[in-house]
């Protein structure tokens, strides 16, 4: 295992925060895993006061799970609980869609296009594609205008991060989320706003099959 490289004094929890976060997205952290805090305080050359600081950010979020005398775990998303996120996350994202329909400026429409493009064309790679997906979602609920949406919606895919990545596993996703962001497109191209709504509701319902069938085949 590499030494640990030292941590910048400077708002030393959130830097651990982000670290954790790193691991858990990138599944070095995997959903119901005990947090060591004595060897990650060790590996990072802290003190346990401000990882028990960062911990206390990531439950915030939904990531990581405080149970009495037992410490802290990556949360375990439930298959209720997959469907309340995904079904609170849609209504946000459907509901930006149609603002982006309707206010958006030619340029920024340009600019969803060409990320568009991007994701297309990356169907060869799947860390990639899922990047350009998320960056799509993020700067179209930015161009959307509300922070108050876009606080909730980025809030809630840290959590779908739990579960999200094994949907793309599943055979013709990734084609067929192309196909469902090509459809989104072409109703934000339009000005239809509620072309765009539904759209973008159909692009999460499918989304939300394939993680399911993808959390079946992993626990048959």
Excluded: C
Aim: hydrophobic share 50%; glycine share 4%.
């Amino acid at each position: 295992m590499p030494a640990p490289t030292s941590l910048a004094p400077r708002a030393l929890y959130e830097e651990v925060a982000e670290r954790l976060r790193q691991r858990i997205f990138q599944g070095e952290l995997s959903p119901g895993d005990w947090i060591d805090e004595v060897r990650i305080a060790a590996d990072y050359g802290i003190s346990r006061t401000p990882l028990r600081e960062a911990l206390k950010v990531l439950a915030a979020e939904g990531l990581v799970t405080m149970k009495v005398r037992r410490g802290a775990y990556v949360t375990e998303m439930s298959d209720q609980d997959l469907a309340d996120a995904y079904h609170v996350l849609a209504l946000l994202e459907a509901d930006a869609a149609a603002a982006v329909a309707q206010h958006a400026s030619p340029a920024d429409l340009a600019e969803l296009q060409a990320l568009h493009a991007e994701l297309a064309a990356a169907q060869a790679d799947q860390e990639r594609f899922f990047a350009l997906n998320e960056r799509y979602h993020l700067r179209l609920l930015t161009l959307a205008g509300n922070r108050w949406r876009e606080q909730m919606a980025l809030d809630l895919r840290k959590v779908m991060k739990l579960a999200r990545h094994a949907s793309l596993n599943r055979a013709g996703r990734m084609a067929a989320a192309t196909a469902e962001h090509a459809a989104l497109m072409q109703a934000l191209l339009q000005r239809d706003a509620a072309a765009a709504t539904q759209a973008m509701l159909a692009h999460f319902t499918h989304s939300l099959q394939a993680v399911a069938a993808a959390r079946d085949h992993q626990n048959p």
